[in-house]
């Protein structure tokens, strides 16, 4: 378990590349046969991966939490980025094929992660706590909120797919979905934004091989960036623009929790202002 706790922006400005990385980046999401939890101070959302390879993986309960079990005051979203698997609910399983999304409600007393049989199931999963208990749901690409955002001659145009979000799934603060980029696009969420009431995390997969992402993060007029590689996520404070660059297309997962469910919420930052 890693702990990443809150930042102030002014600080920000004097970090380093390797202090950024440090307090941001979170690169092994992924191990085998393990699950793997950052605990973020930001709404305190945890960011996290389970691998199972060649056993079932029980989501336990972390130190942090002083709980009796993981989901006892909080809820989470899980979205498979690997091959079909299947997630197991208090003794329900839940099939998940890649990039399918599973929403579990709060209270709900064992989840345990299945490998796949034709390969490696990988799931990729942000947790908030909650205050209510609403029900367990798998969201596929069918039942998404679509909407295709850019263009190509703006080298942005690319598929929102808004798979955990209120108007698909009732959540307590948890908002999850998917955006792929059409080849040819390489900008994701520009022209940015930033929202004071919600942080998020961002984690960048279907990266092809030898070619990376560049995520520019920090307030709109004193940004930085920080280069990614496939399947690593990282954090995005609410007073941080959160946006990146590929040197191809690819498909990142946002997460977010805080003030409100309102993903249109958002403070736009016009390109031509950003510093
Ligand atoms: O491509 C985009 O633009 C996004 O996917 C934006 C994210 O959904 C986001 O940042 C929501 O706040
Ligand atoms: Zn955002």
New binding site residues.
């Given amino acids: 378990m890693n702990k990443r706790f809150s930042i102030h922006p002014n600080d920000f400005k004097h970090y380093t590349t390797d202090k950024i990385r440090k307090e941001f980046l979170i690169e092994d999401l992924f191990q085998n046969d393990a699950i793997t939890h950052t605990y973020t101070h930001y709404d305190r959302l945890i960011v996290g991966g389970a691998m199972p390879v060649n056993k079932a993986l029980k989501l336990e309960t972390i130190d942090v939490l002083k709980s009796t079990y993981f989901l006892e005051r909080r809820e989470i979203g899980i979205i498979n980025v690997g091959a079909s698997g299947s997630v197991t609910v208090d003794g329900t399983q839940y099939p998940l094929n890649f990039k399918e999304a599973l929403y579990i409600g709060k209270e709900c007393k064992e989840v345990v992660f299945h490998p796949s049989t034709n390969g490696r199931a990988l799931y990729y999963f942000n947790s908030a706590p909650a205050h209510a208990k609403y029900p367990t749901r798998k969201v596929t690409f069918k039942e998404a909120e679509t909407v295709e955002?850019g263009s190509l001659e703006t080298s942005n145009s690319?598929t929102?797919r808004k798979l955990i979000i209120n108007t698909v799934v009732p959540t307590c603060q948890l908002q999850m979905?998917l955006?792929e980029l059409k080849p040819g696009s390489v900008w994701?969420?520009m022209p940015p934004?930033t929202?004071d009431r919600r942080m998020?995390a961002y984690f960048y997969f279907e990266i092809p091989e030898n070619q990376m992402v560049c995520h520019f993060l920090g307030e709109p007029q004193e940004t930085r960036h920080i280069w990614m590689k496939n399947n690593q996520a990282v954090l995005s404070p609410p007073w941080s623009i959160?946006s990146g660059a590929g040197t191809s297309n690819y498909t990142?997962i946002?997460g977010?929790a805080g003030e409100n469910l309102d993903?249109s919420d958002?403070d736009a930052v016009k390109t031509v202002d950003l510093r």
């Fill in positions: 955002m690319r929102i979905g955006t994701n969420t934004h929202h998020e959160h990142f946002w977010m993903y958002m």
